[in-house]
């Protein structure tokens, strides 16, 4: 009997990538509805934020040196809970939390995966009612399973994750993920409270007609990437130009965008931050896997982002990211 099978939540979609591959264990499977769990969890208390105190500030500053949102503790808490209590992931790294988390239990030490996160990116625009997100990158663990994680499971290169996503808490709410088989949104239908896919097979358009970046930032950039900003605002781009500018100041609405939309997004180094702002394992890394998945590009100005050797959780990167003919141009520049 063939059942209309139209609507597909992110729970079937899931089960049925599972199907797809008999030997498959679910392990990853359930670590994607977990997380899908924590978001709509999120998800409520981000759209009655201005209803209830939890806006505003936590009173505490974070190791990255920056106010902690009230929003900001409670996605983390929500994260790390549904993932600590269930059987696919060993331990998890955060924006939110000094070094990494390993649940060390029987269970979690079996696990395969382990987990990094922003569990709410752009959380300095909760208080002005901008979009703002949750980033995820998942990797295989290389330390023995049955023994607890090691922070060697989570410095590994970008190239290596098994699967990255994020949720954009906006107009509407959406989670996008990427494992190596293509990339799939799903926005949440509140009237049935399940995440429906809704972007199938998520190709970035090769070009576009938005370039976004910190013009406050201007003269602290590099030539390269100043020569690049003048051609998007003459008519010197290979692929047409002038381009638009837009920059939110929200990186999981700005890079995704890019990817629905095409376009460029960038987070430069200057000359009083090298590194740039943006970090390399939970906001750089998981965008890279997506946006290359989808047909784009991802670097640090030199080299592919997944290709670099991480040393530290929190290590920042120069990002540029978005459509594969945008980003050859920024590379000739
Ligand atoms: P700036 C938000 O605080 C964030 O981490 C990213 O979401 C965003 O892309 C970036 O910082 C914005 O930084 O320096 O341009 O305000």
């Given at each position: 009997?063939?059942?209309?099978?139209?609507?597909?939540?992110l729970?079937?979609f899931t089960?049925?990538q599972?199907?797809?591959?008999?030997?498959a264990?679910?392990e990853l499977a359930g670590l994607l509805r977990d997380i899908g769990?924590?978001?709509?969890?999120?998800?409520?208390?981000?759209?009655?934020?201005?209803?209830?105190?939890?806006?505003?500030?936590?009173?505490?500053?974070?190791?990255?040196?920056?106010?902690?949102?009230?929003?900001?503790?409670?996605?983390?808490?929500?994260?790390?809970?549904?993932?600590?209590?269930?059987?696919s992931c060993?331990?998890?790294?955060?924006?939110?939390?000094?070094?990494?988390?390993?649940?060390?239990?029987?269970?979690?030490?079996?696990?395969k995966y382990v987990c990094l996160f922003?569990?709410?990116?752009?959380?300095?625009?909760?208080?002005?009612?901008?979009?703002?997100?949750?980033i995820f990158s998942v990797f295989r663990?290389?330390?023995?399973?049955?023994?607890?994680?090691?922070?060697?499971?989570?410095?590994?290169?970008g190239l290596k994750q098994v699967a990255a996503g994020y949720?954009?808490?906006?107009?509407?709410?959406?989670l996008v993920y990427a494992t190596r088989r293509g990339a799939n949104?799903?926005?949440?239908?509140?009237?049935?409270?399940?995440?429906?896919?809704?972007?199938?097979?998520?190709?970035?358009?090769?070009?576009?007609?938005?370039?976004?970046?910190?013009?406050?930032?201007?003269?602290?950039?590099?030539?390269?990437?100043?020569?690049?900003?003048?051609?998007?605002?003459?008519?010197?781009?290979?692929?047409?130009?002038?381009?638009?500018?837009?920059?939110?100041?929200?990186?999981?609405?700005?890079?995704?965008?890019?990817?629905?939309?095409?376009?460029?997004?960038?987070?430069?180094?200057?000359?009083?931050?090298?590194?740039?702002?943006?970090?390399?394992?939970?906001?750089?890394n998981p965008?890279?896997f997506i946006?290359?998945i989808?047909?784009?590009?991802?670097?640090?100005?030199?080299?592919?982002?997944?290709?670099?050797?991480?040393?530290?959780?929190?290590?920042?990167?120069?990002?540029?990211?978005?459509?594969?003919?945008?980003?050859?141009?920024?590379?000739?520049?």
């Open positions: 009997m063939n059942i209309n099978r139209k609507i597909q939540t729970d079937e089960i049925q599972m199907r797809d591959f008999p030997n264990t679910g769990l924590a978001a709509k969890r999120v998800h409520v208390e981000v759209n009655k934020a201005g209803l209830v105190d939890i806006l505003g500030d936590h009173g505490t500053t974070n190791i990255q040196g920056e106010e902690v949102k009230k929003l900001d503790i409670f996605a983390n808490n929500q994260f790390m809970g549904v993932l600590r209590h269930g059987i060993a331990g998890i790294g955060s924006e939110e939390m000094d070094d990494i988390v390993v649940f060390d239990d029987e269970i979690s030490n079996q696990s922003d569990p709410l990116d752009g959380s300095t625009n909760i208080d002005v009612n901008v979009s703002i997100g949750t663990r290389v330390s023995e399973l049955g023994k607890p994680a090691t922070k060697a499971d989570f410095l590994q290169q949720v954009i808490y906006g107009s509407s709410t959406m949104g799903f926005t949440l239908d509140q009237s049935i409270g399940e995440f429906t896919l809704s972007h199938p097979d998520i190709q970035c358009p090769p070009t576009g007609k938005i370039y976004s970046v910190n013009h406050g930032n201007y003269f602290r950039y590099d030539e390269k990437v100043k020569r690049y900003i003048t051609a998007c605002q003459q008519k010197t781009t290979e692929t047409g130009g002038p381009y638009t500018q837009r920059y939110i100041g929200s990186m999981v609405a700005d890079v995704h965008r890019s990817l629905i939309k095409g376009g460029i997004f960038m987070y430069p180094g200057t000359t009083d931050r090298p590194k740039g702002k943006l970090r390399l394992l939970y906001e750089c965008f890279a946006m290359e989808a047909g784009g590009k991802a670097t640090d100005g030199q080299q592919r982002i997944l290709e670099i050797q991480p040393t530290e959780v929190h290590q920042r990167t120069p990002f540029f990211v978005g459509s594969k003919l945008m980003m050859e141009e920024l590379e000739n520049s």
